[in-house]
Structure formats: structure tokens, C-alpha cells
């Protein structure tokens, strides 16, 4: 029986060890509690070890032992005892690099000498091949990339980025690029997409692109630039409209809008903890919706949005990647070549930066450590409306009737 599955298997004398294997069972990465079950005695010194997983995650269970080459746990368990998987890699070092990042800033990884090897112990060779293989770039391109990345990996990764910073645009749009196709390479080869994270987290925390590429672009440009941009979404109409809008007013990322979209709406507002959407509607016009939506390294704590937009939103008839954010895309693109969807989260970010602090825009954009946006979450959200309001009303934008 395929589909029924006992996650949570007992020992059994009788139990043929081969039949283990046709079971699905969970991981020790995973589990909550492995132990020691029994011995037999008999001509089998096996033992079996019983794990608990979700439900839930057993078929994420089940693809994770794919992709690292297991047809069943006690392949898995085997090459674990014998030291044979996981391979340290550079993934591990990565995550310890990545949580440094995360708690104690760049300084602390140049604590640990190991977690920088990913990078420098990096095969530029096989990184040539992919990228002339794979990618199909131009053998001078990739003669390129490989030697602005063997440049200057050391001082992007470390505290040396200071180096960095100050080398003209060309040469920081080089390197940017440079990081960011090793991410793809290093996706590529080890299916993690980690590296890409830390590289753009690395660029967007030392400012890199500022001044410098597209990305950078919004956050230099006057009032003038960004109220004239904004005019032309305000003055889109119809359904397209509408989501154009309110991908404007909320930030939101293109899957948290429709997750948003999808989402049931539980009423219970007394600190309820369950997992749909949570929305405060306040007397200035404006909803508070607490989405808490993780995945990976991007968040979404809440957002802040007109509550007759919101209400709009939902009541669309369906609300779709191809169909809706593709063809608001276009749309956007018919009305200003150099705008996208994408551009929108950024106007966003930038109109709410006019009144509230960076950090406070950042909580709202998903960009946020927890503990800022939990205590924004209980204390400060009235605060962070009003700040809303007001900075819309600088482009004279109201929400009241
Ligand atoms: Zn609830």
C-alpha cells in the first residue's frame, strides 16, 4: 500500500529488514526523537530505530532522500554510520556563515577559518565549464567572471568589502556579477541556493548596487522621477489595475500575493495563533493584514494596505501567477518600458522610507529580523499605519471617504 504510510516503525522480530525499506520513514535531520529500541538476540543483530515526522512532511521527507540518491532510509543510515553522507561540504560551512550573517554580523565570520571554504576552495574549472556549457556564454565572458570572482571573492565574503565599495560602478557591477553567477553555479552543482541569497544580502547591506545598476536606481532618484512613475499606476483602471495597485500599496512579493489572495481569513483577532490570515481594519482607511508566511530566507511578517483595495483584491474572481502578475507585468511595460512588476515592491519601499525609519520599511518589506517585526507586530502598528497614511498623502494619496 503506497499511499497509507506509518511513519513510526516499531521493531518486530518477524519483520523481514528488506520490507523496511518499501516504507517511508523519517530522517535524523528531521525527526524529534531517535532511539534505541531493542537487540535481537538471534541470528539478526540488527537493530531498528524509530523516528517521528509530521505527516505533513513525509513527502518532502521522501524527496529529500531522493535527491541525495536514497531509495530508502536504511541506504541513508548506512552511508550516514560510515561516514559517507552527509558530505561536509561547503553547504555547512555556508550555513554557519549564513547564520553569522544573520546574528553577528560579517565580523564573526572571519571567527571560523573553515566556513569560508565554499568559496575558496571553489573549482574555477568546473565553474568555467558550466558556465560555458551550461550557460553558454561567451568563452571571453566566462574567462571574465571567473577572474573577477577569483579576484575579489575573499574580500567580497569578508570584512574587506570595505575595499570593494569604493571601486568605480563598472568594476562593482563586474564583481556584483561575478558573486551572483557562482550562486547559480553553486546551485547548479550542490542544489542549494543559499550562496545566492548570502551574495544578494551581502550586496543589498553594503549598498553595492546604489549609484550603480538598475537596482540601485529607485533609491537615488528625486521626488519628481518616482511621483511622475507613480502617476502612471494610479491612473491604470479594469482588473489589471487593481492588481497593479495593489501590488503597490501592500509591497508585497509576487508568492506572498497570492498567497494573500488564497488564503482563508480566520476572525478571531485575540492573539490567535492559527495559520490563516489575520486582518485588523482600522478607522483611517487602512487594514492591517498578518500574514507570517516563511519560506526559506524570505519572510512576511504583515502588511499594511487600504482596506477597500484589499477587499477588491479578494473579491477578484481568480488570481493567478501566469494569468494575473504576467499580464500585469506587461501591461506596466506597454504604459513605461523601463518599469515591471517587480518595481512596484521597490516604489513601495521607497514611498515608505519617506516617513518611516529604514528598518521599520524593512519589517514591512519582509527583510526584518523576527524579534523587530514581533515587537512592531504587538506594539507599534498603530504608529506604523499612521506613518503609512502619511506618506502616501505625500503623493496625495487618501484613504479615507
Ligand atoms: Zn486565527
Not at 573549482?123 to 574567462?143: A, I
Not at 488570481?319 to 501591461?331: E, M, N, T, W
Request: aromatic share 12%; proline share 3%; hydrophobic share 35%.
Amino acid at each position: 500500500m503506497p499511499q497509507k504510510i506509518n511513519p513510526d516503525i516499531e521493531t518486530s522480530e518477524n519483520q523481514n529488514p528488506h520490507s523496511q525499506t518499501q516504507k517511508q520513514q523519517s530522517t535524523p535531520t528531521t525527526e524529534k526523537k531517535t532511539k534505541y529500541v531493542r537487540k535481537s538476540p538471534l541470528k539478526d543483530n540488527r537493530i531498528s530505530l524509530t523516528a517521528r515526522l509530521n505527516e505533513n512532511d513525509l513527502v518532502i521527507f521522501n524527496q529529500r532522500l531522493k535527491l541525495f540518491g536514497f531509495s530508502s532510509l536504511n541506504e541513508m543510515v548506512r552511508d550516514f554510520t560510515k561516514s559517507k553522507f552527509p558530505v561536509v561540504t561547503e553547504d555547512k560551512q555556508i550555513d554557519n556563515l549564513y547564520q553569522n550573517q544573520q546574528t553577528g554580523g560579517l565580523k564573526s565570520l572571519l571567527e571560523g577559518g573553515s566556513n569560508r571554504d565554499f568559496y575558496e576552495r571553489a573549482d574555477t574549472n568546473d565553474m568555467h565549464k558550466y558556465y560555458l556549457n551550461v550557460r553558454k556564454f561567451h568563452p571571453n565572458t566566462c574567462r571574465d567572471i571567473i577572474s573577477y570572482f577569483k579576484r575579489f571573492r575573499e574580500a567580497f565574503f569578508t570584512e574587506k568589502i570595505d575595499e570593494i565599495r569604493g571601486l568605480t560602478p563598472r568594476v562593482k557591477s563586474k564583481i556584483m556579477d561575478a558573486l551572483r553567477k557562482f550562486g547559480q553555479y553553486y546551485l547548479y552543482k550542490y542544489n542549494n541556493d543559499q550562496v545566492i541569497d548570502l551574495v544578494e544580502k551581502i550586496i543589498r547591506r553594503h549598498s553595492l548596487s546604489v549609484g550603480n545598476t538598475d537596482h540601485g536606481k529607485l533609491y537615488i532618484v528625486d521626488d519628481h522621477y518616482l511621483e511622475n512613475k507613480l502617476k502612471l499606476v494610479f491612473d491604470m483602471n479594469g482588473e489589471i489595475g487593481l492588481i497593479v495597485k495593489f501590488g503597490l500599496f501592500s509591497g508585497l512579493r509576487e508568492d506572498e500575493l497570492i498567497y494573500v489572495y488564497g488564503k482563508q481569513i480566520c476572525t478571531n483577532l485575540s492573539g490567535c495563533v492559527c495559520e490563516k490570515l489575520h486582518v485588523m481594519e482600522k478607522p483611517n482607511g487602512i487594514s492591517i493584514i498578518l500574514v507570517q508566511w516563511h519560506r526559506g530566507h524570505k519572510k512576511c511578517y504583515f502588511t499594511v494596505v487600504p482596506t477597500e483595495l484589499f477587499k477588491a483584491f479578494r473579491n477578484l474572481e481568480s488570481f493567478s501567477y501566469k494569468a494575473h502578475i504576467r499580464s500585469a507585468h506587461s501591461y506596466i511595460k506597454t504604459k513605461d518600458e523601463t518599469l515591471n512588476f517587480m518595481w512596484l515592491r521597490k516604489a513601495h519601499y521607497n514611498v515608505m522610507c519617506r516617513t518611516m525609519k529604514p528598518f521599520e520599511a524593512n519589517i514591512l518589506a519582509g527583510r526584518a529580523k523576527t524579534v523587530d517585526a514581533k515587537h512592531y507586530a504587538i506594539y507599534e502598528l498603530d504608529s506604523m499605519t499612521n506613518k503609512y497614511v502619511e506618506a502616501w498623502s505625500k503623493y496625495r494619496i487618501n484613504f479615507t471617504h
